[in-house]
């Protein structure tokens, strides 16, 4: 057992958040906060969507982070992804990040299936050479026929998000963020999405974040929970613990 | 400083992407229509006629300058006009247009008026050959005053990125900006020299004032170019005007940049 402790704190920190605090301003209107870019006196109301919040997650480790809405679950993802930045404290990050957050946003809906995939890999900053290596894999992946030739606008909402989860694995990322995200598609699809997810944590010491409700699939591939509520952190533990602890609060 | 050097780092790891997202975005303004590219031409096309015909038939002026059919003349000055009449209200908006690049991504922020630049000179690159071939056919061949044409394009890609990016960063903190912008587009036409000469004004006060507005500058600029016959030193006021409203343009852009990178995300 203490073999395993010194194994876990040997492993490399991929995310860290030191006393990360992130304040939302909040004006009465857009008005205000116009006037509030050039006089600090225009009042707003500060609202704390992360509070005083610290934790490390070490390669190839899945954690989940639970807790109801407005947790601020979503806000911590986007400051690991670099979306958002905190108010106060650090947050350092290291290697390639996947983010499927939204699956379908961030589409061209005008182009094609095909030069989507180019587009949103080379923003990820792969190479053309890089693209070409993955781009039958992801084709493969997301199944969606002929339509992978069809500008956006004509999928399905399933579809998008199909293709756009079928991207997000398929790039070979370090650290993958998921939300929400696997209950997307039928049943099928979302067999096939949690495989593939499990085979990049088997191989690839793929890092997980996972945000969601259902604990059955955060119990599947996350062996550490984070509960939270106001942005605060209520508790942090192996992920059974966790869950148990949520449970009891609601 | 450090804004700066934030925006030039963000450049240069971007650099391939800025011209794959400027050719998407060309695709994206014109794919779709029934005569797609077509309307890159059609539309200023008419815009040239419908003043051609306002100042030569209806109002019976037009007559022709220095030498060259009023047409030539006016054509000219709208060459330059039309890139910047799409960016004026285009650069405000190019933010607001690319937000999910801005709220679903790490992004960086600065390219984007970039690339919506690099997209509208392509067409500008289009207009600016027609305009040539016009010429051409007219009996005037390209001269030594044409290798202005580089330095006139440059100056008006300076000011247009700084100008998309100050403007584009305030517009997403208030709506309220952004349609001030969109109307304001005709007066800046209208009070700009495109239509009239600048030096024309007997007011030396509001000639001077004039010289500080860059679409008068880089509009007069091309009008050197193809009808003049001028070279950009010999009007050395002119000169020092613009670069006085190009650095303002500057300092404003990097302000807003580092006021509201942070900020942006959380609103939009």
């Known amino acids: ?250 | 400083m450090s804004t700066i050097r934030q925006i030039i780092n963000e450049h240069r790891t971007f650099g391939k992407q800025i011209f794959m997202l400027a050719k998407s975005d060309l695709i994206k303004t014109y794919r779709g229509a029934a005569l797609g590219w077509a309307w890159a031409i059609v539309k200023p096309a008419m815009t040239l006629f419908v003043f051609w015909f306002g100042f030569t038939v209806g109002l019976r002026g037009g007559q022709p300058i220095a030498g060259y059919p009023y047409f030539l003349w006016q054509l000219a000055g709208f060459l330059p006009w039309f890139y910047m009449r799409s960016l004026i209200p285009g650069g405000a908006g190019c933010i607001r247009k690319y937000k999910h690049l801005v709220t679903k991504m790490k992004f960086p922020v600065s390219v984007i008026p970039t690339f919506v630049n690099i997209s509208e000179l392509m067409v500008h690159l289009v207009l600016l050959a027609i305009t040539v071939a016009l010429f051409l056919i007219f009996g005037h061949t390209p001269d030594k005053y044409y290798l202005q044409l580089p330095l006139y394009m440059l100056m008006m890609f300076v000011s247009f990125t700084a100008w998309a990016l100050f403007a584009g960063m305030l517009s997403c903190i208030s709506a309220d900006f952004q349609n001030l912008i969109k109307s304001m587009s005709t007066a800046i036409f209208w009070m700009s020299g495109i239509i009239y000469d600048v030096n024309n004004i007997q007011n030396v006060y509001i000639r001077t004032i004039l010289k500080f507005n860059p679409v008068t500058v880089i509009a007069t600029g091309y009008r050197k170019v193809f009808i003049y016959k001028e070279w950009f030193f010999e009007d050395k006021v002119e000169m020092l005007c613009y670069g006085i409203s190009l650095l303002a343009t500057l300092i404003l852009a990097i302000w807003a940049y580092k006021r509201l990178r942070k900020e942006i995300p959380d609103v939009l």
Do not use: W
């Open chain 1, 1 to 250: 057992m203490s073999n395993e402790i010194n194994d876990y704190n040997e492993r490399e920190t991929v995310i860290s958040f030191k006393n990360v605090t992130k304040e939302y301003k909040l004006y009465k209107n857009d008005k205000a906060r116009f006037k509030g870019l050039f006089n600090k006196k225009v009042p707003f109301k500060l609202k704390k969507a992360v509070n005083n919040l610290s934790f490390e997650v070490k390669k190839g480790e899945g954690l989940a982070l639970i807790g109801r809405n407005g947790a601020g679950k979503s806000t911590i993802l986007k400051m690991v992804t670099g979306v958002a930045f905190p108010t106060k404290g650090e947050i350092f990050v290291d290697g390639k990040i996947s983010a499927l957050l939204e699956l379908s946003s961030g589409f061209d809906v005008e182009s094609s299936g095909i030069e989507n995939i180019y587009l949103k890999c080379s923003l990820l900053g792969m190479t053309r050479e890089e693209i070409d290596e993955v781009l039958d894999d992801i084709v493969e992946f997301a199944d969606i026929g002929d339509y992978i030739e069809q500008p956006l606008r004509s999928y399905s909402s399933g579809m998008k998000s199909r293709l756009g989860f079928a991207i997000c694995v398929n790039v070979k990322p370090d650290i993958l963020i998921v939300d929400e995200a696997l209950s997307v598609g039928d049943k099928n699809f979302k067999k096939k999405c949690i495989k593939r997810v499990r085979e990049l944590m088997a191989d690839n010491n793929v890092t997980l974040l996972f945000v969601t409700h259902s604990l059955s699939t955060a119990l599947e591939f996350c062996q550490r929970g984070i509960v939270l509520e106001q942005g605060k952190k209520l508790f942090e533990g192996p992920i059974q613990e966790a869950i148990e602890f949520y449970d009891a609060r609601e």
